[in-house]
């Protein structure tokens, strides 16, 4: 049995969730905040038997997509006022960070 | 030390928390949603000695009960208009779905 | 690669944040509930490299900070409706709780 920590962009959420109910994948999603663009993003636990890491893996890889964001610039005054660091910084965020944490025991009552 | 992972119906969570602290048990609550009904939960994350793991899955086991809940049909339209598949879906949630994962380092500061 | 879990009082993850991403430490903050005191504070889920636990955990550190927080009392009415039981009680919460938890595959997709 292994826990797998899955932080997905918004827009990917349901169709990941629509994706592991089709599948038959267990899954808690959680509302989180990345800590970098302070946007709202989405955490699933997902706890699964090792022989089917590979299926969940598979899914979270094919419905999640990278897309560019833009973040609001630092704000940068400098000496004769210029403004020309003023213009919004395009970040691309990925489809997925996946970590997958091994499990000692599993429960359920 | 270990990480309890135990994910449990909100009408239990109250009672759940008081008992660990009866128990002092330490633990951090999180608003969560079931990935199926899409109904909200409590995710618990309890940080535990490994001389105490087996004390905190009773407390759980016990507190935690299994219940019938409903859920909205899927949208099935056929060909003929039939509405004969859309009463509400019954599904049993568990008391408490459970992990116990393995922690290499615990600090306070 | 490990997944760091640490709480933290709301006061110190605003500041916590920017010192995670001044150092290049990537992490998803979560709104999270103390299970004692009842009220809010956040979890970071932190996803590093082994070379780098040290440095994350020497951020937590520095940056957060105990404090004396008051608790309403628990409802103690006695026989002679003596009320002398009734003053909030001061409880020491920590700077940082933080879990080290080993990850046995790492994924960006
Ligand atoms: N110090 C920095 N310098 C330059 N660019 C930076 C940066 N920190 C983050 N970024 C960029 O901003 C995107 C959004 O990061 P955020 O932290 O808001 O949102 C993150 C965070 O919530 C989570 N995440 C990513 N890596 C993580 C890790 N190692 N541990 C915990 N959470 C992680 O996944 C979300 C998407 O991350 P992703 O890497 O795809 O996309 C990141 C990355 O392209
Ligand atoms: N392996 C796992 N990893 C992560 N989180 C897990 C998990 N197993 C359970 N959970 C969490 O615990 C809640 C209760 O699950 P339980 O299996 O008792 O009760 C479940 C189960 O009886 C049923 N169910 C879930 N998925 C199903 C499926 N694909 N087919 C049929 N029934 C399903 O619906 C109930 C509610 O499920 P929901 O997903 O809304 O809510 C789940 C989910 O949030
Ligand atoms: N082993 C663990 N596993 C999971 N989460 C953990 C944990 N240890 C601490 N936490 C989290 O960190 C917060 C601060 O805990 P701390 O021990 O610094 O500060 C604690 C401690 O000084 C005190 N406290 C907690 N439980 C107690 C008890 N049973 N008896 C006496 N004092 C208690 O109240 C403060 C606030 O506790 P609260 O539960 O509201 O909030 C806790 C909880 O959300």
Same mark, same amino acid.
């Given at each position: #049995? @292994?826990?797998?920590? $899955?932080? *997905?962009? %918004?827009? %990917? +959420? ?7 109910? &089709? +599948?038959? =994948? /267990? $899954?808690? @999603?959680?509302?989180?905040? !990345? !800590?970098?663009? @302070? ?9 699964? %038997?090792?022989? /089917? =890491?590979? %299926? *969940?893996? &598979?899914?979270? /890889?094919?419905?999640?997509? $990278?897309?560019?964001?833009? #973040? $609001? ?7 004769? !006022?210029?403004?020309? #660091?003023?213009?919004?910084?395009? =970040?691309?965020?990925?489809? +997925? ?10 429960? /359920?009552?």
């Amino acid at each position: #049995m @292994k826990l797998i920590v $899955a932080i *997905v962009q %918004d827009k %990917d +959420a349901n169709t990941l969730s629509s994706e592991f109910v &089709k +599948a038959n =994948v /267990r $899954a808690t @999603k959680l509302s989180t905040t !990345g !800590g970098f663009l @302070k946007s709202g993003n989405t955490t699933f636990i997902i706890g699964i %038997d090792d022989e /089917r =890491v590979e %299926d *969940v893996l &598979k899914i979270i /890889r094919e419905t999640s997509h $990278a897309r560019d964001q833009f #973040m $609001a610039p630092p704000v940068n005054v400098d000496v004769t !006022g210029d403004s020309s #660091m003023s213009y919004p910084i395009e =970040v691309q965020v990925g489809g +997925a960070t996946v970590f997958v944490v091994p499990v000692e025991q599993f429960h /359920r009552f």
